[in-house]
């Protein structure tokens, strides 16, 4: 069964701070993995998706890195604002051909002002 | 265009009580999910349905959980003879394509159930 674990479970930094978040898991046989992003009281929404044959995927201040082998992947926020407070899940598509998630505990990031 | 949406977006129930929750995915969307999100278990898929079908519903946590989608639209999850494990935040997610496979989930914004 695929284990997802993220590190920190919650980390507080001051704006402008470069951080990096991470998750790691136990089946390398994934599809694919996305991170997520949560505000209190909302959904998820989808930040960035890694295909398995990709390193990495880039999106403004996100970068996003995978390494299969080593079953790890990284979230970098660059220059982080205060309205990048929230939490940030993994998420892992596996052997199934209909997309169903396996997902970390998350992190909750704080940056404050 | 509208996202997913869910309601109720808060249900507070009694021990025992039936309850129902409605997810209405993005139109034109054929896959949906529904998860739920609780304290310590973090998100657990409950189960997926393409069209009307259900292939996995490998995801429901007792027989007191069902699940339906009719019109290839609208879906409704509902739990029979609550238990106050049963509180958490229930997610639907949809997608477009009949082979979801590496699609990006839109998920709805959740609703909070809390079983007395």
């Known amino acids: 069964k695929q284990e997802v674990t993220q590190i920190p479970a919650a980390l507080s930094v001051p704006e402008g701070e470069n951080l990096v978040l991470n998750c790691s898991f136990t089946?390398?046989?994934?599809?694919?993995l996305q991170w997520f992003r949560q505000d209190p009281g909302k959904g998820l929404t989808s930040l960035l998706l890694i295909q398995s044959s990709q390193r990495e995927q880039t999106s403004g201040r996100l970068n996003a890195s995978l390494d299969k082998s080593s079953g790890r992947s990284t979230l970098y926020i660059a220059a982080s604002q205060p309205g990048d407070s929230a939490t940030y899940l993994c998420a892992l598509e596996g052997g199934t051909s209909y997309g169903k998630l396996t997902f970390g505990q998350g992190t909750i990031l704080t940056v404050h002002p | 265009g509208a996202g997913v949406s869910q309601s109720p977006s808060n249900k507070v129930t009694e021990k025992g009580k039936d309850v129902e929750l409605r997810c209405d995915p993005i139109s034109g969307h054929t896959a949906l999910y529904w998860y739920r999100q609780s304290l310590g278990q973090g998100l657990e898929f409950l189960i997926y349905?393409?069209?009307?079908?259900?292939?996995?519903k490998s995801g429901l946590p007792s027989d007191r959980f069902s699940a339906e989608r009719t019109g290839g639209s609208v879906s409704t999850l509902t739990i029979q003879r609550t238990q106050q494990e049963d509180s958490a935040v229930y997610l639907c997610?949809?997608?477009?394509?009949?082979?979801?496979?590496?699609?990006?989930?839109?998920f709805g914004p959740g609703t909070r159930l809390l079983v007395l």
């Open positions: 089946d390398s046989a994934i599809y694919n």
């Open positions: 997610a949809s997608t477009p394509g009949a082979a979801p496979r590496g699609e990006t989930q839109y």
């Open positions: 349905f393409q069209g009307n079908s259900a292939p996995d």
